[in-house]
């Protein structure tokens, strides 16, 4: 008898929107690297501040090229990299990565 409910009483599965500090993601998305320093705690702030190696840069730059190649509605492929100790930027979420642990690639979505 409960299964037998109308379609327009069903409860409709919402999807939770992603916030950091208060900020949507769209907006996460148009603020600039000043703006955005902000919102981060002090160790990130310096971390920013005094800038990313060609590393983390390289990381970076395969990260949007998966996420560019990949179909719509789609999840990209998987990036491997042995860098653990990368800030998680607002242009990252939404990817896959293979963080390296030492011995085995342990793959990650940035959600």
């Known amino acids: 008898m409960a299964d037998e409910v109308a379609p327009?009483?069903?409860?409709?599965?919402?999807?939770?929107k992603f916030t950091y500090r208060g900020v949507d993601l769209d907006q996460l998305l148009d603020m600039g690297n000043e703006q955005l320093m902000e919102l981060f705690a002090a160790r990130q702030r310096r971390r920013l501040n005094r800038g990313l190696k060609r590393k983390h840069m390289a990381?970076?730059?395969?990260?949007?090229k998966a996420k560019k190649e990949c179909p719509a509605l789609e999840k990209?492929?998987?990036?491997?990299?042995?860098l653990r100790d990368m800030?998680?930027?607002?242009?990252?979420?939404g990817s896959m990565v293979g963080v390296y642990n030492?011995?085995?690639?342990?793959?990650?979505e940035i959600k």
């Open 8 to 16: 327009e009483q069903r409860k409709r599965r919402t999807f939770r």
């Open 102 to 108: 030492g011995k085995t690639f342990n793959q990650v």
């Open 59 to 64: 990381f970076l730059k395969k990260l949007r």
């Open 87 to 93: 800030v998680i930027l607002p242009e990252m979420v």
């Open 76 to 82: 990209p492929a998987v990036v491997k990299t042995h």
